[in-house]
């Protein structure tokens, strides 16, 4: 029975979900979020630009004049800015992960609860949390992408595999993001935020090797930038800029499951939670 | 029929609404909605304790009774978001248990508090709905103008949502639950937290998707609020159903065709032990006044005028739902 008016000639009906593949319901779900950023894209995509150009400039140029006066042979002869660009890339990517999965989501949970509307249609909790995995992938690709074309222009790259930098930067902001979703999906309000980014986000953002190389550290310290996912991510970024990726394959291959395995283990913990939330009991 | 409904003989979604598929579920039933035995357990707590209904095609089917009576949980559950405990459910000849997505796909819901997406515009929230059915961008857009219309919001469409009043909201959410046609519209107090005015605009276009053939169940706390849209419906307290029928039924069933009201000074009425036997049919004493049901209502006040009873206020109205919810349960609806 129609609901509208002037029910009468051909019409379009509403398809089988059975029908319809997973892809396509939570391509939905990045729909949604593609409309709600097409508001502040303008106003997104020139702050991307902006926080590497003042990072790298403050940083890398002012700071770096110094450093490199003092020709530490920890940086093994390169500059400091060439030093601190992947790490600055992966970190601010991993940051911006990081808030995608937090305040945005809970908003769809708790908020304006957009994500319970969804799950009175055929979108299911599994899509609206591929979907927001999606959404988040894209919205790194941008900030890394701008990110990288910054890093060219400042010639702080030594690479061609600079271009394969920013995948590995988005897969950095995934392995926090994801598992941060999972752990929104079970809070009611944005109060543990600020525990997380000041006691998880921000101190791995100073000590996984972003800033300075973590040999500097005193040696006990040391192993834990191994426990950070953010150090894996940072290396990987700098063996890409650098083209330092061949001489150590191994230990590549290692940052990038590390990676790959905490964004799986996020997934499947943020399938369990967001679907927790959204069923009742 | 469209390329997309291929798979079953039957399945489409017109169809239904005429006549429910004969799945092997519904096999026994024509209803829309068929529940036997119907629970909902959350650990120790039972919120839905075993209740039947069935909800036919056409109709509007309302959930009377107190907040935690058991309603919500009841909705959901039809909804397809929350599993049932115990018993059996059947909606539109499919099990929610298995056919939740395909369930949903056909249903319009509007729930208790708004879902809209305030960083979208009006209309851009009833298009992104439509593409969560899976409606082409094309369609969509057609069926938000029509519907942008029929809830008196075209004015509005390119405004962002959160400005928006309490009562438009509503109406957008009721737009919204719209897109897909659905054949069942599944209200969650439709009108709770809404001024009169919105209150009877709301209603107004409930009754006109009632009459164009639309199945509405509902949930409401207001008893005038059942009383002007449901055809049928079941009274619900402390998890279970106490009574089913049409208002009218109900209330010739469950009360008198008037009701004296009486108010007294403060104080008074505690004194009055007895002083209303057999005045009327049924007496009820409420904290603030006293309730005497009868056909003849007059009659009732000369009764107690001839007693020398001397009431602030008297008044005498038809019954309610609200008395039959009284009767049923010795509480009010609405503390």
């Not at chain 1, 959404?135 to 990288?148: E, P, T």
């Not at chain 1, 001489?247 to 679907?275: D, K, N, Q, S």
């Not at chain 2, 169809?15 to 519904?26: C, D, G, K, L, Y």
């Amino acid at each position: 029975m129609s609901a509208l008016a002037g029910a009468e000639g051909a019409r379009v009906t509403t398809p089988d979900p059975r029908i319809v593949s997973g892809w396509s319901t939570m391509a939905r779900v990045v729909e949604h979020r593609a409309l709600q950023y097409r508001r502040t894209f303008r106003a997104s995509i020139f702050g991307s630009f902006g926080i590497p150009v003042l990072f790298l400039t403050a940083m890398g140029l002012g700071l770096g004049g110094y450093v490199d006066k003092s020709a530490d042979a920890a940086l093994h002869g390169l500059t400091y800015l060439q030093f601190l660009a992947p790490g600055l890339l992966a970190a601010t990517v991993m940051q911006t992960g990081s808030f995608e999965a937090t305040f945005p989501i809970l908003g769809g949970l708790q908020w304006n609860k957009v994500f319970h509307a969804m799950f009175s249609t055929p979108i299911r909790p599994a899509d609206i949390v591929y979907g927001n995995v999606a959404w988040i992938a894209f919205r790194l690709s941008l900030v890394g992408a701008v990110f990288g074309i910054v890093i060219v222009a400042f010639g702080a790259s030594r690479s061609a595999l600079v271009v394969l930098a920013v995948p590995a930067a988005v897969l950095t902001g995934l392995a926090f993001a994801t598992p941060i979703m999972a752990f929104t999906a079970t809070q009611r309000t944005p109060d543990r935020f600020a525990t997380l980014f000041r006691f998880g986000v921000t101190p791995l953002f100073l000590f996984s090797g972003t800033f300075f190389p973590i040999e500097s550290l005193p040696s006990y310290l040391q192993p834990i930038a191994w426990l950070s996912p953010l150090w894996h991510g940072v290396e990987l970024c700098r063996m890409l800029m650098l083209g330092t990726l061949f001489e150590t394959p191994l230990l590549a291959l290692v940052h990038l499951l590390v990676l790959v395995t905490l964004t799986a283990v996020g997934i499947a913990f943020a399938l369990r939670t967001v679907e927790a939330r959204l069923v009742k009991g | 029929m469209s390329e997309t409904l291929t798979t079953d003989a039957g399945e489409s979604a017109r169809e239904h609404a005429a006549a429910p598929a004969a799945q092997p579920a519904a096999a026994a039933t024509d209803s829309l909605i068929h529940a036997r035995g119907l629970t909902k357990r959350f650990g120790e707590f039972t919120a839905v304790d075993g209740i039947d209904f069935d909800v036919q095609p056409g109709e509007a089917f309302g959930f009377l009774g107190p907040n935690g009576a058991g309603k919500t949980s009841t909705m959901r559950m039809i909804g397809c978001t929350s599993p049932i405990s115990d018993g059996r459910l059947t909606v539109l000849g499919m099990d929610p248990r298995r056919d939740g997505t395909r369930i949903r796909a056909r249903l319009g819901v509007v729930p208790q508090a708004d879902t809209l997406d305030n960083e979208l515009t009006v209309r851009e929230n009833l298009l992104i709905y439509g593409r969560y059915f899976g409606l082409p961008r094309d369609e969509c857009a057609r069926r938000a103008d029509e519907l942008l219309d029929f809830v008196q919001l075209t004015d509005r469409g390119k405004d962002l949502v959160e400005p928006l009043s309490g009562g438009m909201k509503r109406r957008l959410t009721i737009a919204r639950s719209l897109i897909n046609e659905p054949d069942l519209m599944l209200l969650d107090e439709p009108t709770t937290g809404l001024d009169p005015q919105a209150r009877h605009l709301l209603w107004d276009r409930l009754y006109r998707l009632k009459q164009r053939g639309v199945t509405l169940v509902l949930t409401t706390h207001y008893m005038d609020e059942a009383e002007q849209l449901c055809d049928r419906l079941v009274v619900m307290d402390k998890a279970k159903i106490v009574a089913e029928g049409s208002p009218q039924q109900l209330i010739e069933r469950y009360s008198t065709k008037e009701v004296a009201e009486f108010r007294f000074a403060p104080g008074i009425q505690e004194t009055l032990d007895g002083q209303f036997e057999g005045l009327a049919d049924r007496i009820e004493r409420l904290p603030d006044r006293v309730l005497l049901y009868a056909d003849d209502g007059e009659a009732v006040v000369q009764g107690a005028h001839g007693r020398g009873l001397r009431p602030e206020t008297v008044l005498v109205r038809r019954s309610t739902l609200e008395d039959v919810f009284l009767r049923l349960t010795g509480r009010s609806l609405i503390d």
